[in-house]
């Protein structure tokens, strides 16, 4: 069971980018509370995760030895160095331009090798302009980088960015690397 549905999002995000952490690596969840994507990383991949909010995550999670808990604002939080299996998950509550200034933050120190964030929306249509504005950011800085509206999202988009070039790979959807293939017999 998980403590949110939010999780959905973030198994959308893996399954698009047709790559996953392997277990040797570190992830840091931002905005965590209360934990969904938290619970994946561990779920489903059995990495070691740094979740960092300003309130404790599902009393399950906080308990796990394989989950520190940072108490903290996920705009200011610098990680330790995480080797190069490294990842930053984010579904943190915030205007578009705070989202930017993430992805910006964590591009320019090269902080991470692959990152899924969502960037939520007010009203009933995308800021494209921030939109474009975080894409060209995060290219400038040498990733690569897919945005794309999910079945789970919902006034909002998910940016999936890596140093690696996921996006040949993401091309093809027989891939299945968080479970079946998908489409199987298409």
Same mark, same amino acid.
């Given at each position: 069971?998980?403590?949110?549905?939010?999780?959905?999002?973030?198994?959308?995000? @893996?399954?698009?980018?047709?790559?996953?952490?392997? %277990? #040797?690596?570190?992830?840091?969840?931002?905005?965590?509370?209360?934990?969904? /994507?938290?619970?994946?990383?561990?779920?489903?991949?059995?990495?070691?995760?740094?979740?960092?909010?300003?309130?404790?995550? &599902?009393?399950?999670?906080?308990?796990? +030895?394989?989950?520190?808990?940072?108490?903290? &604002?996920?705009?200011?939080?610098? %990680?330790?160095?995480?080797?190069?299996?490294? /990842?930053?998950?984010? !579904? $943190?509550?915030?205007?578009? !331009?705070?989202?930017?200034?993430?992805?910006?933050?964590?591009?320019?120190?090269? /902080?991470?090798?692959?990152? @899924? $964030?969502?960037?939520?929306?007010?009203?009933?249509?995308?800021?494209?302009?921030?939109?474009? +504005?975080?894409?060209?950011?995060?290219?400038?800085?040498?990733?690569?980088?897919?945005? +794309?509206?999910?079945?789970?999202?919902?006034?909002?988009? #998910?940016?999936?960015?890596?140093?690696?070039?996921?996006?040949?790979?993401?091309?093809?959807?027989? @891939?299945?690397?968080?479970?079946?293939?998908?489409?199987?017999?298409?």
């Amino acid at each position: 069971q998980m403590p949110s549905s939010a999780y959905r999002k973030l198994m959308e995000g @893996i399954e698009c980018m047709g790559i996953c952490p392997k %277990p #040797t690596a570190t992830v840091v969840d931002l905005g965590a509370c209360p934990g969904g /994507w938290t619970s994946v990383m561990r779920r489903y991949f059995n990495c070691r995760v740094i979740a960092v909010d300003r309130s404790e995550l &599902d009393a399950t999670l906080m308990k796990d +030895k394989m989950v520190d808990f940072v108490k903290g &604002d996920a705009f200011t939080f610098e %990680p330790p160095d995480m080797g190069e299996e490294s /990842w930053m998950i984010s !579904d $943190v509550i915030a205007y578009p !331009d705070r989202v930017t200034e993430l992805l910006s933050r964590w591009c320019e120190n090269k /902080w991470a090798s692959n990152m @899924i $964030v969502t960037m939520k929306f007010q009203g009933t249509e995308p800021d494209l302009d921030q939109l474009d +504005k975080a894409v060209r950011l995060v290219e400038d800085y040498g990733y690569s980088c897919r945005v +794309k509206h999910f079945f789970n999202n919902k006034n909002e988009v #998910t940016f999936m960015v890596s140093e690696n070039d996921m996006l040949k790979a993401s091309d093809d959807l027989e @891939i299945g690397v968080v479970g079946t293939p998908m489409f199987p017999g298409l």
